[in-house]
């Protein structure tokens, strides 16, 4: 399977840019009036590499001298993420933080020899996976280091092993998530995890920033499906995962899901893997009020009767209907709920009955199969018309954050406040619940505003406020999407001094001179 | 609600000591040949407290001179747990290793107020809830320590808080499995959660060892349960649950649960609840070898189509039939399988269907309702026939571990003869599987032998070969038993140095001084 490499300043294959939908263009100027276009600008040079011939060397000695890699195309590809922030940069022709060279390891001993060589030269180290992050998780600082090496783990992507009875496979960090799927699938067999960044993300990136994917209601968040992990830290190798679960004291795979590659380098995930599904139905319900949909979801997770796919958007995000660009603006009224229903067709069957019913008597009214169709084509579709509208000069981003259910309706309107205030009129913010669960759920945020002359800066102003928000009701500061560097500090009032000082001293003893994705997750 | 107390020699509630069942003594003279009656003796005075007057007016002044206790009746009762050797021990007059004081706060800031007293005056603190730990769990290091404090949390018994909306209630750790349920059962709701110790085992420790419960196929283990937590540390209290889950960095909730009190004094802990069942239905199966049981166990996981119950005893467990003592040896042949249903009576129904077809057609025989009435009727009396066998010196102890289903059957039989060759001739070993998993199970072993001479030695020399057989099979060396200081020593295999490193970090960071129950859980 070849898959196509990011673009640099964009997301996704560039085979697959698109233009606006007709018609959009028109109401984009309604919306956000006269907008300037913003085309991207070419790349400027990089810096040299900071790196002696000699270290470059020793590098070629470990992974040998084709897998280290120091071309500016190369480098500029293991630069930044994908926040919108990123693309900014990016267009603007700033990469000039990329890594200094990039090493492609085959093996976990390779990185074990890579991690004590960044020790030793003080380099460093970045694990690369997809390169999908949206918080600045690839931005490490760079004070303090002699350079900064890319570890893409590229190479390994094999399935290392399959146990069909206790349903559970050995996975490599390196392989995409269509990889990953595609090893399965020769085995009549899924993992079921379909984030947003499905297409580019890896199983190492899905453990190291604790994952959920579109139908993590049925299949479950990527956490729910490790039962193993293998870790390359500068301490030594760390292997866990002695059964499914177990009273053996904390549970040490729970520290190292969300870990952002500050406390060692994922090497190997032993996940739980389900039988492909034989049938899928993916169905739209209307409902009167985002607070009426919101109400039948958590209806649905207290008995403990789940659909595979649960989301819902609100009035906005219904109206403007993301999932089908090409009808913008002709949704109708109301809020838009995507049920999914995947499995043996007897069990989903039952399931979608019961389901049914729920719904049904909660004021719902099914409106078919086409709106489901719709949103399962097009659900990994959504960062590219970001792209096209930063093109046309429209500022654009997404932010996430998750709350307990009596939480829920002050969350949203705080978080909505702030970035209306701070963006001021005009400004657009969608939102829509993606994840359930029976104590709460995330709440999943799109706005859209007239670009200024300094988009970098309106946005920080905006994601400020909003994270503020978030702390300020209690909630998280982010579901799904990680800390990297852009969380850093909400995370610091998220946990506290003392869950701080926990995160400190773990990462002082597993990497005690702080070569591992410097700057990143730890406050 | 008034709960009786432990008795110090024995397992529960003194009033509720059975003889063994009529007919049983001949059963036992056939096993185990001519036995020697082994009656406990009485309890040698306690050593003197080895706190000043000082030091006990300072204890005074934080909870209250009637909360500083150093009766020796009091202090016997929380001392050790009720291992067998724990009450081996105690059988033969020896609680020597009793705490010097025991001290009831009623707040989490008394309880940093006597943190704060023992960094001060290196007095070794361990919080007790239950007192039911069958792993040492209380049985702490006293070198280095001036004294030891038993931090009795019984005064700490609130339901503090109730949201009916996002269904969690928060408890406080001193409320005992049957006072928690109590307070929830007068709002419609119950908490599941129903180990073998449940009548006497508290919130708090069911948080601090990561308790699994005999419902926790249907409700989920308790560290499933859990939320939030609020935690006194030395380094200042820890808050945690900001939302059902995130990706807000290393779930730091799973790093308090399964601490076992060597982190922090959890002081709440926020859980979801469920609505009271309507309905309870438990039955037997019948399988024709614990392969099928098994087999048909794993399916249900698979298939996502879990009961409430779920267990399964071999076949030699079965022709015992602990759940009926009454009936011992008349249980008949294959093995005997508990299914529970609880719910709403439509889901009970709805559910019940479709595992029933599933275990008919992989080879079940349902046995009626009977079969699984008696094993809830008896669910938590096993502990009574424990203290009866001891009595007629037979040594009967349990253990339990966990692995992946395709390690099942070596696991079976390698525990299994790791006893029966340390044990000897006439031993016997009993097993059941009480909880399940999509990719494992936990297996639960009984093991009764003629009583040597020294019981305690005889007991230590079978508890270590089936501690040893579990790793060298990469299983766990517990499943919801929880590691205390007997298991300590395998745990360090189980995780290997680096997992041992980050304990003993973050142990150094919360608890500079290590006053926390020293010696327990880090190896």
């Known amino acids: 399977m070849t ?44 810096p040299a590499p900071r790196l002696s011939a000699e270290q470059l060397r020793q590098l070629a000695a470990i992974v040998g001298a084709e897998h280290v890699l120091t071309e500016d195309d190369v480098r500029r590809l293991r630069t930044r993420g994908k926040s919108t922030p990123d693309l900014l940069k990016a267009r603007a022709g700033d990469l000039s933080d990329a890594p200094d060279a990039v090493v492609r390891p085959a093996t976990a001993a390779e990185i074990a ?11 460093a180290l ?35 092993s399959f146990d069909p009875v206790s349903m559970t496979a050995v996975l490599e960090p390196g392989l995409r998530g269509p990889e990953a799927e595609a090893l399965l699938a020769e085995r009549g067999l899924t993992l079921g995890h379909f984030p947003q960044s499905f297409e580019y993300a890896t199983i190492g ?11 993590s209601a049925g299949y479950g968040r990527f956490d729910a499906l490790v039962v193993g992990l293998e870790v390359v830290t500068p301490a030594g190798l760390l292997t866990l995962g002695s059964s499914p679960a177990n009273a053996a004291g904390p549970d040490l795979r729970q520290l190292i899901l969300g870990s952002e590659g500050t406390l060692g380098v994922i090497t190997a995930v032993t996940v739980r893997v389900r039988k492909l599904p034989e049938e899928k139905v993916y169905e739209g319900w209307r409902w ?31 109206a403007i209907n993301l999932a089908d660009p090409a009808a913008i603006g002709s949704a109708g009224e109301g809020c838009l709920m995507i049920v999914g229903h995947e499995g043996e067709p007897e069990l989903v069957a039952a399931r979608r009955a019961v389901v049914t019913a729920v719904l049904t008597e909660l004021g719902g009214n099914c409106v078919g199969e086409e709106a489901g169709a719709k949103w399962a084509h097009g659900r990994f579709d959504a960062p590219y018309l970001r792209d ?6 429209v500022l654009v981003e997404t932010l996430e954050t998750a709350t307990f259910w009596s939480n829920v309706d002050r969350l949203y309107a705080d978080v909505k406040q702030a970035l209306e205030t701070s963006l001021g009129a005009g400004t657009m913010v969608l939102c829509h619940i993606s994840h359930v669960y029976e104590t709460g759920c995330s709440l999943y945020f799109t706005v859209a505003t007239k670009a200024a002359e300094e988009p970098l800066a309106q946005w920080q102003v905006a994601k400020q ?55 990143v997750l730890i406050p």
């Not at 970045?126 to 600045?136: Q, R």
């Not at 096209?388 to 000069?393: E, R, T, V």
């Not at 909400?490 to 003392?498: F, K, M, N, R, Y």
């Open 126 to 160: 970045v694990p690369f996976g997809g390169g999908t992050s949206v918080t600045g998780g690839l931005a490490v600082a760079r004070e303090g280091f002699a350079a900064v090496l890319s570890l893409d783990l590229i190479r390994m992507k094999a399935l290392r």
């Open 288 to 318: 009167p009020s985002f607070q009426a949909g919101a109400a039948a979801m958590r209806r649905l997770a207290q008995a403990g009767v789940m659909p595979t796919v649960l989301r819902l958007s609100d009035e906005a995000e219904t």
């Open 113 to 123: 020899d890579l991690v004590a060589f960044c020790q030793q030269e003080q380099v």
């Open 388 to 393: 096209s509208l930063l093109d046309a000069g």
């Open 205 to 215: 990136g899905f453990a190291a920033t604790r994952s959920s994917g579109q139908s």
């Open 465 to 519: 406020a909003a994270s503020d928000a978030m702390i300020a009701a209690g909630a998280t500061i982010t579901h799904h999407h990680a800390v990297g560097t852009d969380h850093r500090p909400w995370l610091a009032e998220e946990i506290g001094p003392v869950g701080v000082g926990i995160l400190r001293a773990v990462k002082a003893e597993l990497d005690p001179t702080g070569v591992l994705n410097p700057g």
């Open 3 to 46: 898959l196509p490499e990011m673009h640099p300043q964009r997301w996704g294959d560039p085979a697959r840019q698109t233009d606006l939908p007709e018609g959009a263009d028109g109401l984009i100027a309604l919306a956000f009036g006269e907008l300037q276009p913003a085309p991207a600008v070419p790349q400027a040079p990089l």
